[in-house]
């Protein structure tokens, strides 16, 4: 890879992470090494930084970028802002309205960060702990979530001049025209896309205490993913997939709220699962989803129904996750005779009671691979 390409993914990396570089940062860029030259790895990271970084919470981003692509040659004698550290989350806080703040308006301003202390101390609190203020800081943290699942090879084609395929329709469409007498082979590619998620939420009584903030995640989850389908059940099932459409989260869970019938019921899960299997599942497990089940395991109904259908509705998904919030508490063991009927047939067991399991769970969709093991 030449400097030039090297600049040029320099820039297209700082905005993946967030940074609002501009279409000409890589020829700035550029420009700035030909002025200052690479004797100095300092000077390099002071000059990049200027043309790239505009405010104070985009240093970390800058310096764990900058060191990704250049460590190895130019790390020495740079005075780092922060160590550099995996991000999961941004944080924005906005002065509130009503209230003077040495002559500015409020609401004027908005500050950007990450790694709070006080952040760092909601990861490993269970969320039936959390006060009022710390659930909206919960829920704050949750809508800034940054989630870049791995995407799958579509079926669907597109053109590519390095592809595996010829494209026959694209190049017989070209032996029409001016360019006729010469036939250039035309090739495609596979898309790639999104890997769908199937979200299954238990909302019975015993749940009661964590469904707010794990729904509040399958918000954020489906604002950043496009294609999930969401369920919540008790005694019966219910899609909720339209009502998480809304873009305000509190108004989402409110309409939610109100189209269940059955919130803080009891739980049969396995009932819950054969609605699904038969009603739901050929309409929306197309594209092998990652089903993820959110339940505690408290289960009043027949444990073999709840394995016949867990093992059916593990044929129909590409990757089968429970996410139990108990087993978030020390001393926790699957001992529930929903829990003894389910675990056979799950891939993944985890525990999902505070924002650090959310985090574990998303790095886990992060790293699945395409094809099934």
Same mark, same amino acid.
């Given at each position: 890879?030449?400097?030039?390409?090297?600049?040029?993914?320099?820039?297209?990396?700082?905005?993946?992470?967030?940074?609002?570089?501009?279409? *000409?940062?890589?020829?700035?860029? #550029?420009?700035?090494?030909?002025?200052?030259?690479?004797?100095?790895?300092?000077?390099?990271?002071?000059?990049?930084?200027?043309?790239?970084?505009?405010?104070?919470?985009?240093?970390?981003?800058?310096?764990?970028?900058?060191?990704?692509?250049?460590?190895?040659?130019?790390?020495?004698?740079?005075?780092?802002?922060?160590?550099?550290?995996?991000?999961?989350?941004?944080?924005?806080?906005?002065?509130?309205?009503?209230?003077?703040?040495?002559? @500015?308006?409020?609401? @004027?301003? !908005?500050?950007?960060?990450?790694?709070?202390?006080?952040? @760092?101390?909601?990861?490993?609190?269970?969320?039936?702990?959390?006060?009022?203020?710390?659930?909206?800081?919960?829920?704050?943290?949750?809508?800034? !979530?940054?989630?870049? %699942?791995?995407?799958?090879?579509?079926?669907?084609?597109?053109?590519?001049?390095?592809?595996?395929?010829?494209?026959?329709?694209?190049?017989?469409?070209?032996?029409?025209?001016?360019?006729?007498?010469?036939?250039?082979?035309?090739?495609?590619?596979? +898309? *790639?896309?999104? +890997?769908?998620?199937?979200?299954?939420?238990?909302?019975?009584?015993?749940?009661?205490?964590?469904?707010?903030?794990?729904?509040?995640?399958?918000?954020?989850?489906?604002?950043?993913?496009?294609? !999930?389908?969401?369920?919540?059940?008790?005694?019966?099932?219910?899609?909720?997939?339209?009502?998480?459409?809304?873009?305000?989260?509190? @108004?989402?869970?409110?309409?939610?709220?109100?189209?269940?019938?059955?919130?803080?019921?009891?739980?049969?899960?396995?009932?819950?699962? +054969?609605?699904?299997?038969?009603?739901?599942?050929?309409?929306?497990?197309?594209?092998? %989803?990652?089903?993820?089940?959110?339940?505690?395991?408290?289960?009043?109904?027949?444990?073999?129904?709840?394995?016949?259908?867990?093992?059916?509705?593990?044929?129909?998904?590409?990757?089968?996750?429970?996410?139990?919030?108990?087993?978030?508490?020390?001393?926790?063991?699957?001992?529930?005779?929903? #829990?003894?009927?389910?675990?056979?047939?799950?891939?993944?067991?985890?525990?999902?009671?505070?924002?650090?399991?959310?985090?574990?769970?998303?790095?886990?969709?992060? *790293?699945? %691979?395409?094809? +099934?093991?």
């Amino acid at each position: 890879m030449t400097g030039a390409e090297t600049l040029v993914e320099f820039t297209r990396e700082l905005r993946s992470e967030g940074l609002s570089v501009g279409a *000409t940062a890589a020829a700035d860029l #550029m420009a700035a090494v030909d002025e200052i030259g690479l004797a100095s790895g300092a000077d390099v990271y002071a000059a990049f930084r200027c043309l790239t970084v505009s405010s104070p919470w985009q240093l970390p981003i800058f310096d764990r970028v900058f060191v990704r692509f250049f460590g190895r040659n130019l790390s020495s004698g740079i005075a780092m802002t922060a160590p550099p550290q995996p991000r999961l989350w941004t944080i924005r806080r906005v002065q509130q309205s009503g209230a003077e703040n040495d002559g @500015e308006s409020a609401g @004027e301003e !908005m500050q950007a960060f990450t790694g709070a202390s006080w952040a @760092e101390r909601l990861l490993e609190k269970d969320f039936s702990e959390l006060t009022k203020a710390e659930q909206a800081q919960v829920r704050n943290l949750l809508a800034q !979530m940054i989630w870049r %699942p791995e995407p799958v090879r579509s079926r669907r084609r597109r053109p590519s001049p390095k592809g595996d395929r010829p494209d026959l329709r694209r190049t017989l469409r070209r032996c029409v025209g001016p360019e006729g007498d010469l036939i250039e082979l035309k090739k495609s590619v596979r +898309r *790639t896309r999104p +890997r769908p998620i199937l979200f299954i939420a238990d909302v019975s009584g015993s749940m009661e205490r964590y469904t707010e903030m794990l729904l509040y995640f399958a918000h954020a989850a489906r604002a950043r993913l496009g294609k !999930m389908e969401t369920f919540v059940f008790s005694t019966r099932l219910t899609r909720i997939t339209r009502q998480l459409m809304r873009r305000n989260p509190t @108004e989402a869970l409110a309409q939610v709220s109100e189209s269940v019938e059955d919130w803080s019921g009891g739980t049969r899960i396995g009932e819950c699962l +054969r609605s699904f299997n038969f009603e739901w599942s050929r309409r929306v497990t197309r594209g092998g %989803p990652i089903a993820l089940i959110i339940s505690d395991g408290w289960d009043r109904g027949d444990p073999e129904v709840l394995s016949q259908e867990m093992e059916r509705l593990r044929r129909t998904v590409h990757r089968l996750i429970w996410v139990n919030p108990l087993a978030s508490r020390e001393g926790f063991a699957p001992e529930t005779r929903g #829990m003894k009927a389910a675990l056979p047939h799950v891939d993944d067991f985890l525990a999902g009671g505070r924002l650090s399991d959310l985090a574990t769970l998303v790095s886990l969709l992060e *790293t699945l %691979p395409e094809r +099934r093991r």
